[in-house]
């Protein structure tokens, strides 16, 4: 009954302020993070997954101590951005949401071997369904503005020398 567009593929980077005792690091590997708290929202099943993987000790409970938990939870990015910006956090974010950061020279993206989560977003409709001309628009300016974000991203992941 539905129709599908993915827009977002975006995969997640390990951001911190350009200040912080990783940022000039050729390469983090997971216990270079013990003792920094990771920061952001409450992270779903799959990105829980991965952080537990990354734990050097090998639990897999993200709530228990130890590097790649989440250790100070908040409801929005802004608040996110405000606590690394301040303090010594870490976060996981896709790079359109931190690239005026990146591109001002406050954060800085930690280099890390092997893949990391990736950002997966779009559009639900109904198959067989034209849409009103109010959400062709809106979904016309979606396509315009994920142009944008993919060549902002290709631009940074050059100066930053990640994947």
Excluded: W
Aim: hydrophobic residues 40%; contains cysteine; charged residues 25%.
């Amino acid at each position: 009954r539905f129709a599908t567009e993915l827009l977002l593929t975006d995969p997640f980077y390990f951001v911190c302020r350009s200040q912080h005792p990783l940022a000039h690091r050729r390469r983090v590997d997971a216990s270079d993070f013990a003792g920094y708290p990771l920061v952001g929202n409450r992270v779903p099943g799959r990105i829980e997954k991965f952080l537990a993987k990354q734990r050097p000790d090998g639990m897999g409970d993200t709530g228990q101590p130890g590097p790649l938990r989440v250790k100070i939870d908040v409801a929005t990015f802004s608040a996110t951005r405000r606590i690394l910006l301040a303090s010594d956090g870490i976060t996981l974010a896709p790079l359109a949401q931190v690239a005026g950061e990146l591109e001002g020279g406050s954060m800085t993206l930690l280099k890390t071997e092997g893949d990391t989560p990736r950002m997966h977003s779009g559009l639900i409709y109904l198959r067989g369904r034209s849409l009103s001309p109010a959400a062709t628009r809106f979904v016309t300016g979606l396509r315009r503005k994920k142009k944008d974000m993919d060549l902002q991203s290709a631009a940074l992941r050059l100066r930053f020398g990640v994947a």
